[in-house]
């Protein structure tokens, strides 16, 4: 059974962490849906494909110029731009995040859970880590999830008082499970250095926010902390919208796709070529993917049997209320339902009330399933912590289970 | 107790030429990943392993057993070893100290004043345990990461000790140190990182031989098997039992450079069969002569040319009596420690997939590497 993965908005292969999400989403997906059926019919092949159209999407003139800089200059290395929301969540995350600037990830352990460390340090690693890391990053998160899920709070974690010392404990109850072979007389994983890196950056990054930020009271969270994360949340908004109007600006007509919807009906056409005849096809939408889908689906493509279509963090009913879709009907409004297109044989839409770009679909549509989940992060991390979390796969698996 | 033999200090021979060795296996690291006390505060990534147990052991029994130098016999065992074991000896088992810093300070200072006492002397010393690497090489100890005390207080300096044991009057000193040369991220994150040299020397000491021999190339990692000698230990204990040996007048000798030349390619045989990224670093740094042997040995790595014919092909290696059998599906090449001299290598394969072939080959130290079949 061919799995197609379509992602969302401000998906670039440019941007750190793009191959080691890849591997992620890969790992995650046969982890979590080996055994599954749909329909009677046994998934087979769960090794995900990923058409790739972040190249044919916005590009910025100015690279953004057009972004208020911040109020102080560092003659040095300022703190990653990429880590200003972790921070920023960090900060908001504990009672006193200043006091806990010199152990962070060890705090996040200890007064809320591991899973959230470790939600947290995967974070960091997929920001942080060299694309030539990617394998080995999508490795150990999906077993750090997994030994976390099973062990929320384990009695060791009263024994540390170092971030350092609980990466290292994090990587050796990971490789606890690990056949016996060779030994190296040196350091037991290879991903003790990215994450050795990783939290090292953010621990530094931590502490000189720490200095200017953090530890001011006040309404600095409210007022300065938002202006200082601004950069990289306006980042992501521009890229939001840029990536919307340029699908809508350039996705063509029926007669003459254009290149967003070509890209990507031919990388469903070349799954299905290469699976077993009548094999079913399972098409998982994030963010932007799951309204480009929709719109493939019920315009572009209606002939195509999709056998489970999952939009996740995805705006397909707000398209849908603002009638932008191409089958778009503007006579079907409250308290009617919009039809879900016939060749959607199951759909099943996932958001998080946290993520602000996720809509609900089951006032809109019919014939859809709304799931709930809670990445348990924040506004803009929650959009794209859906697929790095193992407790996602495993609710979606539940839900599979049940159709 | 770390004097494995003699049984005591006073029946140490002083008073002529004499080798001294010292042996320090850490295969217990209670302040490490998975150890049994509390942890270090920056673990470095490292954890437990079993390897230089099994490596100190063999290291020793070849010093007691077979280590044969007329012009400097054996003249001292120390060594400590983490878990603390018996270590058999001549005298029987002794039970061996463990590898401590401060222990290692004690036994250091006995090595060295035993290698000081003749210009002629040999001073051995071997590590095996962990080992990382900045702007030294530093060896750890059972103890380290105590963190109790300052990270680096229970390390050693080895390039300090080796720079230190210039002022010894051995003037042939052979260093082997089968410990990791990576440098881990997280150290370059440490600020302060220094060991303890053990020893110092001023500007005018020399040495006419200082021989490091690393298990590894700088800024990577050295490897054994689980619960086995390290590929090093291995690789050093063929060497040293003939195929690193020259024929120098009627004997066959393994000196400081013939050493270096057959680690190098021993470890890379190694690396072929066992499929490691292992590799070996020597740096003789001076004639010296080692070890006597009776006759010169070889390691021979037979394989075909080709990946695919060596998956189909049985390969039989034979001289006299004395056969090495690879069938079809098990590794090659075939990597073996055997007597120099004519071999006959017969290639077949029982699927016909290419044609058989039988050659007479001379086998000659160091290596002997492969046939032109098919």
């Avoid at chain 1, 703190?79 to 504990?94: G, K, M, S, T």
């Avoid at chain 1, 799951?290 to 493939?296: A, T």
């Avoid at chain 2, 040996?245 to 000196?255: E, L, M, S, T």
């Avoid at chain 2, 006959?344 to 394969?349: K, Y």
Wanted: hydrophobic share 40%.
């Amino acid at each position: 059974m061919p799995v197609v993965f379509v992602h969302g908005v401000n998906t670039r292969k440019t941007e750190p962490g793009y191959a080691a999400r890849l591997g992620l989403i890969d790992r995650f997906v046969q982890k979590h849906l080996a055994g599954a059926t749909l329909g009677g019919v046994a998934i087979n092949s769960l090794s995900p494909a990923f058409p790739y159209w972040g190249d044919l999407a916005t590009t910025f003139a100015w690279n953004m110029a057009s972004l208020p800089t911040g109020h102080v200059n560092a003659l040095g290395p300022a703190i990653n731009n990429r880590l200003r929301p972790l921070i920023a969540a960090f900060d908001d995350d504990l009672s006193n995040s200043a006091s806990a600037k010199q152990q962070p990830l060890l705090t996040v352990a200890k007064t809320k859970t591991l899973p959230h460390a470790v939600d947290l340090i995967s974070a960091l690693l997929l920001e942080t880590a060299a694309e030539n890391q990617a394998d080995v990053v999508a490795d150990f998160i999906v077993v750090a999830h997994g030994y976390a899920e099973a062990n929320p709070s384990p009695a060791w974690l009263a024994t540390l008082t170092t971030d350092e010392q609980l990466l290292n404990r994090l990587v050796t109850e990971a490789k606890s499970s690990a056949p016996p072979g060779v030994q190296a007389l040196g350091v037991l994983d290879n991903v003790l250095n990215p994450l050795a890196a990783a939290g090292a950056s953010f621990k530094a990054a931590i502490q000189s926010a720490a200095t200017s930020i953090l530890d001011r009271s006040g309404d600095f969270a409210s007022t300065k902390l938002l202006a200082w994360q601004r950069r990289p949340l306006n980042e992501t908004l521009g890229r939001f919208f840029g990536d919307i109007f340029i699908y809508l600006d350039t996705r063509g007509d029926k007669a003459a796709p254009g290149p967003i919807p070509t890209l990507i009906l031919d990388a469903l056409d070349a799954v299905k070529n290469d699976a077993p005849a009548n094999d079913p096809l399972i098409v998982i939408g994030h963010s932007l993917g799951g309204v480009i889908c929709f719109d493939l689906f019920s315009y572009f493509r209606p002939e195509l049997t999709v056998d489970l279509f999952v939009t996740v963090g995805s705006q397909v009913s707000h398209f849908e209320e603002i009638k932008r879709f191409k089958t778009s009907n503007p006579a079907i409004h409250a308290p009617q339902k919009a039809p879900t297109p016939a060749n959607i044989k199951r759909w099943i839409n996932i958001f998080d009330e946290v993520d602000i770009f996720s809509y609900a679909c089951d006032q809109v549509f019919d014939r859809v399933i709304d799931f709930e989940y809670d990445t348990q992060t924040y506004v803009i991390k929650a959009h794209g912590a859906y697929f790095e979390q193992d407790r996602f796969y495993t609710r979606l698996r539940a839900r599979i289970d049940a159709l | 107790m770390s004097l494995i033999w003699p049984a005591t200090e006073a029946e140490v021979v002083t008073n002529a030429s004499r080798l001294h060795a010292f042996v320090i296996a850490v295969a217990d690291y209670p302040h490490l990943n998975g150890g049994s006390g509390p942890p270090a505060l920056e673990p470095l990534g490292l954890t437990q392993v079993t390897t230089p147990r099994f490596t100190g052991l063999a290291i020793a029994d070849w010093l007691l057993t077979r280590y044969q130098n007329p012009l400097c016999p054996l003249g001292s065992v120390e060594m400590l070893l983490s878990p603390n074991q018996l270590v058999p000896s001549p005298n029987g088992p002794v039970p061996a100290t463990s590898a401590t810093m401060a222990n290692i300070e004690t036994a250091f200072s006995l090595w060295k004043r035993r290698c000081g006492t003749d210009a002629g002397n040999i001073a051995w010393f071997y590590f095996c345990g962990h080992g990382v690497s900045k702007d030294a090489q530093y060896l750890l100890p059972e103890n380290y990461g105590d963190p109790g005390v300052f990270q680096w207080r229970n390390s050693i300096d080895f390039d300090g000790l080796r720079v230190g044991m210039r002022s010894c009057a051995a003037q042939t000193q052979l260093f082997f140190v089968d410990a990791c040369r990576e440098t881990p991220f997280a150290l370059l994150t440490q600020l302060n990182v220094q060991g303890n040299p053990l020893t110092s020397a001023s500007f005018a000491d020399s040495v006419s031989c200082s021989a490091a021999y690393y298990a590894t190339t700088p800024g990577r990692q050295a490897y054994g098997p689980d619960n086995e000698v390290t590929y090093f230990g291995r690789a050093l204990l063929s060497c040293l039992n003939g195929v690193a040996a020259i024929k120098k007048g009627p004997k066959w000798v393994v000196d400081t450079y013939s050493l270096g030349n057959a680690l190098g390619q021993t470890m890379a045989q190694l690396a072929r069969r066992h499929r490691q990224p292992l590799s070996c670093n020597p740096d003789p740094s001076g004639m010296g002569r080692i070890n006597e042997v009776q006759g010169p040995r070889v390691i021979a790595a037979v394989s075909c040319t080709s990946e695919i014919a060596d998956t189909v092909a049985d390969i039989l290696i034979s001289q006299g009596a004395t056969t090495l059998h690879s069938p079809p599906g098990q590794p090659k090449p075939i990597v073996e420690e055997v007597e120099a001299g004519d071999w006959t290598i017969q290639v077949s394969f029982p699927g016909n997939q290419f044609a058989s072939a039988a050659v007479v080959r001379t086998f000659m130290p160091p290596v002997f590497e492969g046939v032109e079949v098919p």
